[in-house]
């Protein structure tokens, strides 16, 4: 199957995807990553490994939804059997969404602390176990059908960067396993069947 990767930053997560899509019966192809913004660490890892990029910065447009077209243009250059939001820090319109199926990964158990926070508003709140939710995007903040869960921990001495890297390193691992999960095996929602029927190309 083929997917397109949406970041907005260090692009950890997108990095384990090309890593793991090394692998043909990995089933997934990154036909390219894009960004809302320029000069960030992940398209430089992506350039560097060979992969199509392409930047639609959010700060050039005036409106939301235009800049949701152009990106949803962009993204259908590479024409994606899904796409991954991997640390991507902008909320996608029905110019995508309503498109393409979508993931999205996110720093906690939703629907506890969905937003652009998750990971300080946990600490702030004295939960003891956080983690991670991969889920299919909707139209919403951090909503849409849970895939799956990892619970996390909370030290003692956390701090929202410990708290962030152990939860990172957790979601990569989760990222992979069900992006090529759901790209090998398809999934069922709303009583039907998605499926792909085909390898990477
Ligand atoms: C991840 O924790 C993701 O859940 C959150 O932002 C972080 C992105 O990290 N939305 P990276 O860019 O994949 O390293």
Known sequence: ARVVVLISGTGSNMAALLEAARDPAYGV???AVGADRRGTRGIELAEAAGVPTF??????????????????????????????????????????????????????????????????????HGVRIT????HFLDEGVDSGPVIAQTAVPVEDDD???????R?????????????????????TIDGRHVRFGRTAR
């Open 29 to 31: 192809r990154v036909a």
């Open 55 to 124: 930047v639609v910065p959010f700060r050039d447009y005036t409106d939301r939804s235009t800049w949701n077209a152009d990106l949803a243009e962009r993204i259908s250059e590479y024409a994606p059997d899904l796409v991954v939001s991997a640390g991507f820090m902008r909320i996608l319109g029905p110019e995508v969404v309503g498109k393409y199926p979508a993931v999205n990964i996110h720093p906690a158990l939703l629907p506890s602390f969905p937003g652009a926070h998750a990971v300080r508003d946990a600490l702030a």
């Open 131 to 134: 983690g991670t939710t991969i």
């Open 159 to 165: 701090d929202e960067s410990s708290l962030h890297e």
């Open 167 to 187: 939860i990172k390193a957790v979601e990569r691992q989760m990222l992979v396993d069900n992006v090529g999960r759901l790209c090998r095996e398809g999934w």
